[in-house]
């Protein structure tokens, strides 16, 4: 069974920075050609927020968190991240990671791009 496991998220004061982590095993590490975050705010459909591509890690993110947020990957911890400096509250919500199989996925921006969805992990930024 394929598993995302999500952590980092935590409670922090606007300006602040958090790293979400999303780990996988090494079997779907190796068996996904991308990955994905996404964010759901209370009462709001959820959105993308970034992507990176494992094929000459091509990254891609909303506007809304360019020059803030850095998604990367470590292939020997099979894990991905999700750097998030200078927060804000208007980013609050919980964040999912996402990861895709199909090589020929055009577009990382929508969520049925992706087959494998972790738990969640709750980002909280107070202002």
């Known amino acids: 069974q394929v598993q995302l496991v999500e952590s980092g998220g935590g409670l922090v004061q606007a300006g602040g920075s958090l790293r979400l982590s999303c780990a996988a095993s090494?079997?779907?590490?190796?068996?996904?050609?991308?990955m994905g975050w996404f964010r759901q705010a209370p009462g709001k459909e959820r959105e993308f927020v970034a992507a990176i591509r494992w094929s000459g890690l091509s990254t891609y993110s909303r506007d809304s968190v360019k020059g803030r947020f850095t998604i990367s990957r470590d292939n020997a911890k099979n894990t991905g991240y999700l750097q998030m400096n200078n927060l804000k509250p208007e980013d609050t919500a919980v964040y999912y990671c996402a990861a895709g199989r199909n090589y020929a996925s055009a577009n990382l921006q929508t969520s049925a791009a992706y087959d494998y969805w972790g738990q969640g992990t709750q980002v909280t930024v107070s202002s």
């Open positions: 090494a079997r779907t590490f190796s068996s996904i050609y991308f």
